[in-house]
């Protein structure tokens, strides 16, 4: 079946990096758009970034514009997450996303599989 497992979270002071990565097993990496959305508690998932099936194109939100950059790596069937400059207002659980689908969507509801999440708290 397809999973896609986060890593790279963790606690980190305001200012920090953390690089968050998603490996994913039972499907056809190159074939999905992958996407990073985060929760804090009490809020609604947004959409952090998002990275074209081959990569060309990356579409971020404009809290990570300039701080985060999303790639991926296919042969590695893996997507990262690299954030830095972190802020207080970045804590949250991270989600890693797949979508077959081509048309970009900054919505949670294209995607077709997530991964469990990953904890990132910035500390000031």
């Known amino acids: 079946q397809v999973q896609l497992v986060e890593s790279g979270g963790g606690l980190v002071q305001a200012g920090g990096s953390l690089r968050l990565s998603c490996a994913a097993s039972?499907?056809?990496?190159?074939?999905?758009?992958m996407g990073w959305f985060r929760q804090a508690p009490g809020k609604e998932r947004e959409f952090v970034a998002r990275?074209?099936?081959?990569?060309?194109?990356?579409y971020y939100a404009d809290s990570a514009k300039g701080r985060f950059t999303i790639s991926r790596d296919n042969a590695k069937n893996t997507v990262y997450l690299q954030m830095n400059s972190l802020k207080p207002e970045d804590t949250a659980v991270y989600y890693c996303?797949?979508?077959?689908?081509?048309?970009?969507?900054?919505?949670?509801?294209?995607?077709?599989?997530w991964g469990q999440g990953t904890q990132v708290t910035v500390s000031s």
């Open positions: 990275i074209s099936r081959s990569g060309g194109n990356t």
């Open positions: 039972g499907l056809t990496f190159s074939s999905y758009a």
């Open positions: 996303a797949a979508d077959r689908g081509i048309l970009v969507d900054f919505t949670p509801f294209p995607y077709n599989y």
